[in-house]
């Protein structure tokens, strides 16, 4: 499949239209800002106040957000990304996380998914000076609402936006940390849309109150086999060139540098220096940092790995291009869109290869697979020739808190026994992400397998640390989904296990108390017994005396005395 570049020209100005990225998948575009450039993201400042600029110091992944400036009442602050050249009915799947550090002081308009030139809004996302959100569709209909957003709390909105089926049966939705809080799907809504907008006063709203930030953007339509719904959980960050791949064909501006180190610059500086692919079939590959240098965790999921490029072509005419990338050197090797490329004046990112499966062997990319993955380009054509300013992989990944740890106390994790029916059992939880809170899942069995419960509770989402739970506890927050408040625990012996859960619902693996063994007994039954003659003894409830007999036989039961 070939991708052509279109380009519109408005006011005297070129618009780069971004083409779909439909290799192997649905996701469409990804931006974590991440190139230190919102324009190198391919967002372009579009509103008639103060632009959006980029932060890092309130960041939700990498190294950059993007944040609203003092905004003007009555003036837009937009940064819009481009995705088709007309209004597509979808249905796209948009993504944007959003975190508020100060409220509006009245309603105003965040995101916006908009038809062509004038950008009328198709559907919307809105939020009021108490800090709650609205679907909006057509800039005038309220779909619904959510619960209050707090300040200083990243949170992830989605939206679909569907409009492929007969009018009155129209669809747009919104989640906000993956729950469903407005819903229609009898709309009529008059046309598709185009663009991808978030800022502040999108509607030229009167207000000027309010500060806030966006990272971790993304959309998907519903093609393919992977990301056909909405993106979900994901944070993002860049992997750069670091070292030679297995190709550097083609030659530096200035001379004589070597391939990766002139495209791994942040941010791009463009002429300063290249590569040049100059010869059909030319290819570059080039090996990326280490996913340690990031924010990924060993433990975490990946959702996809996005070869990225700055480029231009040397001089007019149509070079042709395609984006690879492996998971190994001299490995299999993905590719990406084959692109027809004909801008020569300016530089533009592209980005059209997602992978979702190791090249080399299937199965889902792995933090361990990026440690020798190339990222690299094919100039099928190369006349004229095809210059590349800045490489990189984007990765999109779930981070996955760690398992629980410090399981305690000793007597509760070593097989001793005891006579409390309510132990307490404690255990600290921790994720790499310093901001995320984490809710834990217990469990306590009578059997190693845990086929069956005596207790299963989910507790709220608490802070990092240190927690405990005692059986029998009020629910609180949390739930039983096995056991009660107030319960106690029968004689025998029980194995317990422990997983978090973070604000963003995933999951660690559980950690078994004692490894597996029994973690503790309860016996609470008093010891009985009987001497052969009672002239070697005496039994009471509470202990047995033996008057040193030449034969006695002792019989107990229940105790755990032996």
């Known amino acids: 499949m070939r991708r052509i570049l279109t380009i519109l020209f408005i006011l005297g100005l070129a618009l780069i239209i971004f083409p779909l990225n439909k290799t192997n998948a649905a996701r469409i575009w990804s931006s974590g800002l991440e190139l230190a450039s919102s324009t190198a993201e391919g967002l372009a400042n579009s509103g008639t106040g103060p632009s959006m600029v980029l932060a890092t110091s309130t960041v939700r992944s990498g190294s950059y957000s993007l944040k609203t ?34 409220l509006p002081s009245a309603t105003t308009t965040i995101w916006a998914a908009e038809s062509g030139s004038p950008y009328y809004k198709r559907a919307s996302i809105e939020i009021n000076n108490s800090g709650i959100l ?16 707090a300040t200083s709390t990243w949170y992830r909105i989605e939206v679909l936006f569907d409009i492929s089926g007969a009018a009155g049966s129209h669809i747009t939705r919104s989640r906000l940390n993956g729950v469903e809080f407005a819903s229609s799907t009898t709309l009529t809504i008059a046309a598709g849309v185009q663009n991808y907008s ?7 709203e009167s207000q000027s109150g309010g500060l806030w930030y966006f990272d971790d953007l993304a959309f998907n339509d519903n093609t393919g086999s992977y990301q056909t719904s909405y993106p979900g959980e994901g944070k993002i960050v860049h992997l750069k060139p670091n070292a030679a791949g297995d190709n550097a064909m083609g030659t530096s501006t200035p001379s004589g540098q070597s391939a990766f180190s002139v495209v791994n610059e942040l941010p791009p500086n463009n002429d300063t220096n290249y590569w040049a692919l100059t010869t059909d079939n030319d290819i570059l590959d080039v090996n990326l940092d280490s996913f340690a240098s990031t924010s990924i965790k060993s433990i975490d999921t990946i959702n996809l790995v996005n070869v990225g490029i700055i480029t231009r072509n040397s001089a007019a005419g149509t070079s042709q291009f395609i984006l690879r990338v492996k998971s190994q050197s001299s490995g299999t090797v993905a590719t990406g869109t084959t692109m027809d490329w004909s801008l020569s004046s300016s530089w533009y990112p592209i980005t059209l290869l997602s992978s979702y499966v190791n090249p080399q062997a299937g199965g889902s990319w792995t933090p361990a697979l990026l440690e020798n993955a190339q990222a690299g380009i094919i100039a099928t054509i190369a006349t004229p020739n095809v210059f590349v300013t800045s490489m990189w992989a984007l990765v999109e990944y779930i981070s996955v808190p760690f398992a629980p740890s410090s399981l305690g106390p000793s007597n509760k994790v070593d097989g001793s026994w005891s006579t409390s029916t309510q132990p307490t059992l404690s255990f600290t939880q921790s994720d790499s992400d310093a901001s995320s809170t984490i809710k834990y899942t217990i469990q306590i069995s009578t059997s190693s397998s845990f086929a069956s419960q005596a207790v299963d509770y989910e507790s709220a989402l608490l802070a990092q640390g240190s927690t405990s739970f005692t059986v029998g506890q009020a629910a609180g927050g949390g739930a039983y989904t096995v056991g009660t408040s107030s319960q106690t625990l ?20 559980y950690t078994t108390a004692n490894s597996g063994a029994v973690a503790f007994g309860i016996d609470t039954t008093a010891p009985t017994g009987t001497i052969a003659s009672s002239t070697y003894g005496t039994i009471t409830s509470s202990s047995i005396i033996i008057n040193r007999p030449s034969t006695s036989t002792i019989i107990e039961s229940g105790s755990g005395l032996y």
């Open 490 to 509: 029968p004689d025998g012996q029980y194995y317990w296990r422990v997983m978090s859960t973070n604000n963003n619902n995933v999951t660690s693996s």
């Open 134 to 149: 609205a679907l909006v569709s057509q800039e005038a209909t309220r779909i619904g609402y959510s619960a209050v957003l």
């Open 69 to 102: 400036p003092s905004l003007i009442s009555g003036s837009s602050t937009i940064s819009r990304y481009a995705f088709a050249a007309s209004n597509s009915t979808g249905p796209f799947y948009f993504r944007f996380n959003f975190y508020i550090s100060n």
């Open 198 to 204: 978030v800022g502040g006063n999108i509607l030229s």
